[in-house]
């Protein structure tokens, strides 16, 4: 996402300390490895947003109060998706059938699934850079990211294969 | 928002590539609607792309950074015991690196914080740093062995007369750790041949350059005492 391990320090120091501030909002049941890595993807993404932004003159404003780091809560995955974590991952088998799955979507699917979590794009900057409509995106990532969830374990699995085109 | 809008962004929500106002309405949206499942089932399959990211080994810079902040905004003090595959020497890779490392910022949390690795298998490399404004220290050491690496900061260079002592509070008794003197940046690193206890809190204080045996100057750092949780 960022690019840079400096930066991806950054991240993970901040989603760290997130973390540590509000363990409270921390289950019992979840997976504590998802749980980090969802956090540290989301601060992640913020950075590189943040950096994109001062590059390019302020194209999108920070929030009204300057504030540099965001709500220590914020990107903190709720109880649901932390249950989740537990439900759906697998310790074992979780890289091998996504690394499957990934490669198995049409490419169309896996090239915004790429953009949107490897790169850290918006939809919309994602249909900007592929000249795309924003409904086809969206689509697209909703396709994909359901193939993929197909592929884990189907355990309680409620989210059908078919997404709306 | 609608439920047909949020759903038809719920994909790109847990990919995090929606824009920070459309989370939001996507969030507060959640709380009142059956989408919230699907939502979390989305979001642990993005969780799980983590796990395709590249590789990255974490520099010690950063393990020294995360333990300053977070013993910054606990009130003073951390100390940690790590996994045995956490040990110095051993290569730590993402995302096991952060796995292990966020088993130290979140498994204690509250006054005399005590981090296991939560496993059992929990050998114990005791990290513990200590912070009073501008003064920082951290001690590094495997719990009953010598030597203990001893980093302190922000503590101005005293006069050749006296000297830092570091000691360990052990059951209400200081014991001497060492004795050293800062540089003209405020800074010492080195190891003191001291077999640190995880029980054990540690104290700066300025005392005469040979030392003493008994603290008798200024108290510059002092841990909290910390223990192990019950099962």
Redesign the interface.
Known sequence: VLGDGAAAEDAVHAAFLALWERADRIGEHGRLDALVMTVVHRRAVDLARRRARSGHLEVVPLKSDGASQPDAAEGIPDEHAQEAFARVLDDHSTQTRLAAALARLPEEQRTVVELAYFEGLTHRAIAERLGLPGGTVKSRLRLGLGHLREALPARDNPVRGEGRA | VNCEAV??????Y???????DERAEIEAHLATCDL??????????????????EE?E??E??EA??MT??AE??GGSVAVLRPERGRRGVTLRW?AA??A???L??AG?GAGALLTSGGGDEAAQVVQVVRNGEAWMRAEAMAGESPVKVTLAGLRRLPPSEGYQVWAIRDDSWVSVGICNTDDDGWWEGDFDFALDPGDALAVTVEPRDGSERPSGDTILRSSAWERPTE
């Open positions: 759903e038809e962004l719920l994909a790109a847990a990919l995090d590539a929606v824009d920070d919230h499942q699907e939502a979390a089932d989305l979001l642990a399959t993005a969780a799980g792309l983590a796990a395709l990211s990255r974490p520099s810079a950063l950074r995360m902040s977070v905004v606990s995302p952060v796995a490392a966020v088993v910022a979140v949390f």
